[in-house]
């Protein structure tokens, strides 16, 4: 695969952002069996915390009003997680594993499933609980009492998980340092402090990241990289993918793409 032939590690990029479009991962669905496992398993576990079954409205019909449903953030960020999660598994599958890890917001707790941190079971548990509690937020106002009370209920919930220390490097957004022990506190799944990618790149790069893998529902992140590269020259000094768009690059035989990023 073209990853494997690059120098340096790899990282893995678990995006955050906007909602995902419907039918967004219906492609890797229908072209490898083992996403639609985990796509399936993933959801699975995740519907009993929703008002509809997750794979449904994912897969709804564009402006539908199913459809629409992915722009509330209960169903947002379910369909971002199992996207990710089953996006990994199935790279995990192919035999490309990341050196280190970096999640960003919603893409915290996949990234930390990636790590080790936190079981499938747990990690299910913990976005499911967020929906409900979001689902039941009726205000709008995001930086409202309420949100505050739903941040509250959802860090009981997290109090009652069982993290494990990373076994792989795992990069925080909001400190731009990897994480340890304090993967134990639920507070730190908590906060809200300005995303720092920029430094987190930086970190990554000094220590050897030459390739840089999205997953998600897009390419969020991997377009910020170009301002992000302290010495990205033009004849490509690290390379970038989105699983979503270059899962066809990723899948064939070497040289099947370059990747590289550019300013």
């Not at 971002?80 to 598994?89: G, H, K, P, S």
């Not at 960003?104 to 409900?132: E, I, K, N, P, W």
Request: net charge neutral; hydrophobic share 45%; aromatic share 8%.
């Amino acid at each position: 695969m073209p990853v494997e032939a690059r120098n340096g590690r790899i990282a893995f990029l678990f995006s955050a952002g906007a909602a995902p479009r419907p039918g967004t991962g219906r492609e890797l669905q229908d072209a490898f069996p083992e996403f639609a496992g985990a796509l399936d398993d993933i959801c699975g576990r995740l519907d009993p915390y929703l008002e509809l079954p997750l794979k449904s409205v994912m897969f709804a019909h564009a402006g539908t009003r199913t459809a629409a449903l992915l722009e509330r953030e209960s169903f947002a960020g379910p369909a971002v997680f199992a996207l990710q999660t089953a996006q990994y598994r199935l790279l995990r599958g192919w035999g490309v594993l990341p050196d280190v890890v970096f999640g960003q917001a919603a893409g915290r707790m996949a990234a930390a499933y990636a790590a080790g941190v936190f079981s499938l079971a747990d990690a299910c548990h913990a976005v499911g609980t967020l929906a409900r509690l979001l689902d039941g937020r009726t205000d709008g106002e995001p930086h409202s009492a309420r949100l505050d009370d739903v941040l509250d209920a959802y860090g009981r919930t997290l109090a009652t998980l069982h993290p494990c220390a990373p076994r792989l490097p795992l990069v925080s957004d909001i400190t731009a340092r990897p994480v340890g022990a304090e993967t134990a506190e639920p507070g730190f799944w908590l906060q809200r402090a300005p995303l720092r990618f920029a430094e987190a790149v930086g970190l990554l790069h000094r220590d050897g990241v030459r390739t840089w893998l999205e997953l998600g529902p897009g390419d969020r992140l991997t377009s910020l990289l170009p301002e992000c590269l302290p010495d990205c020259l033009p004849g490509g000094t690290a390379s970038a993918f989105a699983l979503s768009r270059d899962w066809a690059v990723l899948r064939s035989g070497p040289g099947a793409g370059s990747g590289a990023v550019r300013r």
